[in-house]
């Protein structure tokens, strides 16, 4: 999946490392297609904004019945700050969603829809500074469910090699194999 890992890598990559980096970047990110979608939406209201001023310019334009004018302007503005509340509204969603699954992401969730199950949405939505709401309503999620998360690891540490035998497996081996092979011992 993410092959310029493998040319950073090199020998040190393995399969295990891209299945963890692809869980991460899926837990931390938008998916394209989600943003895509949302990006749609927003440009279809922007074409609909466009056509209604179109059709107030040939109106005016045409000379047509000052009354009906008036009438069709304000229709279309209607139309228009609905269309924009809409749009806005999208917007915010699709930021919203960003910031809890960081959020999710970084306080290692294991299950994105299960979590945010048990947070209060309408809440943390309406939160005047969601990031900073958004890390305390997981922080108190993970005390009371902490099944939902998984522990932080820390990594093995590395044992040089000890002794005289080296880590490659040192004299006595290549003696062993040069005897299997008959050939004589340097």
Known sequence: MLEFLKEILGDGYTAEIDQKISAEIGKRFVGRDDYNSKNEAVKALKAQLGEATKAIQEMQEQGKDIEAVRKSAQEWEEKYKAAQKEAEQKVAEVQFQS????????????????????????????????????????????????????????????????????????????AVLRAAFGLPNE
């Open 99 to 174: 910031i809890l699954d960081r959020a999710i992401g970084r306080a290692r969730g294991r299950n994105t829809k299960a979590i945010a199950a048990l947070l209060d949405m309408e809440e943390l939505k309406s939160s005047k500074n969601q990031e900073h709401d958004v890390e305390a309503a997981l922080s108190a999620l993970k005390e009371e469910n902490g099944y939902l998360f998984e522990e932080e690891e820390t990594p093995p540490s590395i044992a040089t090699g000890t002794g005289s035998v080296q880590a490659n497996g040192g004299d006595a081996d290549e």
